[in-house]
C-alpha cells in the first residue's frame, strides 16, 4: 500500500487536474458505472463535530474505496485544522489495498472543482467578479476553481469573523500570487449589484444574503448546507434562479436544508430543479442560455468525485515514484 501526504500531493496536483477529475467523475456518476451511497453523518453535539464517512465504487476504474472526513470547527482557536479527511483506495476485484491518501486537501479541492466545472457551464463568459461568504478552508478551492475557469478581477470577501476573511486575503495575494483587487466587506448585500458570481461556504442556518436584490446575470455556487437544519440561499434565491443544478439529485433532496426547508413549509417544489451538472457535462441539458438568467448550483458532494480524484492521485504518485510504500 502507498501512503500518500499532503506534502506529496502538493508536489504535483494542481487544480486543473482535479477539474479534470471531477468532469470525468460527473460524466462516470450521470452514466450509471458506479456505486455512491448517500454519506453516513455523525454528529457530535457536545463539540458541533461530524464524522463523515463516504464509500464508493467505480467499474471502470476497478477500484472501492472509503472516505473519512471530521468536521471540528472548534479547531480553529487551538491552530488546528477544522476539517480532515482521508481516503482508502482498495482494488476493487480483490480488495487488496492501494493507497492510503491525506485527503484533507482534495477534499478542498475537489469540491472546488466541482464547483468550477459548475461555473465553467452556468456563469457568463465576461463574469469577472466575485463575492465569496464564508472564508474558511473550502473557500481557498472554491476561488482557485473559479479562476481556473474565469478572468476575475476583482474578489469580495465576507466572513462573521474578520480574522477568517484577513487570512484568505493573505493566502490569496502571498501564496498563489493572485493580483487582482480583494476587498473585505461588513455586508454581502450591498454587493449584490457589483457581482457575477457568488460563493457560498458556511454552516449557516439561516440564509445569507438577499435574494430579492441579486443582479440578473449572477451566477450562485452553494457549496455550504450539507445538512437538512442548514440553509444558506432564500426561497427569492430559489424563485428567481431560472435554472438550478445539483450534483446529484438524490443527495441534495436528503441533505440540503436549502431544498427541504422550503419544501417542507410548502414554498417550494422539487420539480423546479433544472437538472444534474453531468448531464451539462454529457450536452444532455443546455448551460446558460442568456446573459440576463440567474443560475445556481447546489453542491453537497459525492463519493464517485472521491474515489476518482483518489485513483488519478495513486496513478500520478506510483508514475512518479512518489510516497511511502508499507506493507498492510
Given amino acids: 500500500m502507498r501512503v500518500i501526504t499532503e506534502e506529496h ?8 487536474n482535479s477539474i479534470d477529475a471531477v468532469e470525468k467523475a460527473l460524466k462516470i456518476q450521470q452514466e450509471g458505472n458506479s456505486m455512491s451511497p448517500i454519506r453516513n453523518q455523525l454528529y457530535i453535539e457536545e463539540t458541533n463535530g461530524n464524522f463523515l464517512s463516504m464509500p464508493s465504487f467505480v467499474g471502470e476504474l476497478k477500484e472501492v474505496g472509503i472516505k473519512l472526513t471530521t468536521i471540528f470547527p472548534g479547531n480553529t482557536k487551538h491552530g488546528k485544522r477544522a476539517l480532515r479527511s482521508v481516503f482508502v483506495l482498495m482494488d476493487g476485484t ?10 484533507s486537501l482534495l477534499t478542498v479541492f475537489r469540491t472546488g472543482a466541482l464547483s468550477g466545472v459548475a461555473t465553467k457551464y452556468l456563469a457568463r463568459e465576461n463574469a469577472d467578479s466575485c463575492l465569496v461568504i464564508g472564508c474558511g478552508e473550502q473557500a481557498k478551492g ?12 476583482r474578489i469580495y470577501l465576507y466572513n462573521r469573523s474578520i480574522e477568517k476573511a484577513l487570512i484568505l486575503k493573505d493566502y490569496l495575494q502571498n ?19 457589483q457581482t457575477d458570481i457568488i460563493i457560498c461556504s458556511t454552516s449557516s442556518s439561516q440564509p445569507v444574503f438577499n435574494g430579492k436584490i441579486l443582479k440578473d446575470g449572477t451566477h450562485i455556487n452553494g457549496i455550504g448546507s450539507y445538512m437538512p437544519h442548514m440553509q444558506e440561499v432564500d426561497i427569492d434565491t430559489l424563485k ?7 450534483d446529484t439529485l438524490g443527495g441534495t433532496l436528503e ?19 433544472y437538472g444534474e451538472l453531468g448531464e451539462l457535462v454529457l450536452g444532455r441539458k443546455g448551460g446558460r442560455e442568456t446573459e440576463s438568467e440567474i443560475t445556481f448550483f447546489k453542491s453537497v458532494g459525492f463519493s464517485t468525485l472521491d474515489i476518482v480524484v483518489a485513483s488519478e492521485i495513486y496513478k500520478m504518485a506510483k508514475a512518479k515514484n512518489i510516497g511511502r510504500h508499507i506493507e498492510f
Fill in 9 to 16: 500531493i502538493h508536489s504535483f496536483y494542481t487544480m486543473k
Fill in 94 to 103: 480483490t480488495g487488496d489495498y492501494k493507497a492510503l491518501i491525506d485527503f
Fill in 142 to 153: 472554491q476561488i482557485l476553481a473559479i479562476i481556473e475557469v474565469r478572468e476575475l478581477k
Fill in 175 to 193: 501564496e498563489i500570487g493572485w493580483d487582482g483587487d480583494i476587498e473585505i466587506v461588513d455586508n454581502p448585500d450591498n454587493y449584490l449589484g
Fill in 240 to 246: 428567481r434562479s431560472e435554472k438550478i443544478v445539483v
Fill in 255 to 273: 441533505e440540503a436544508g436549502d431544498f427541504i426547508i422550503p419544501k417542507n413549509r410548502g414554498e417550494w417544489d422539487p420539480k423546479e430543479i
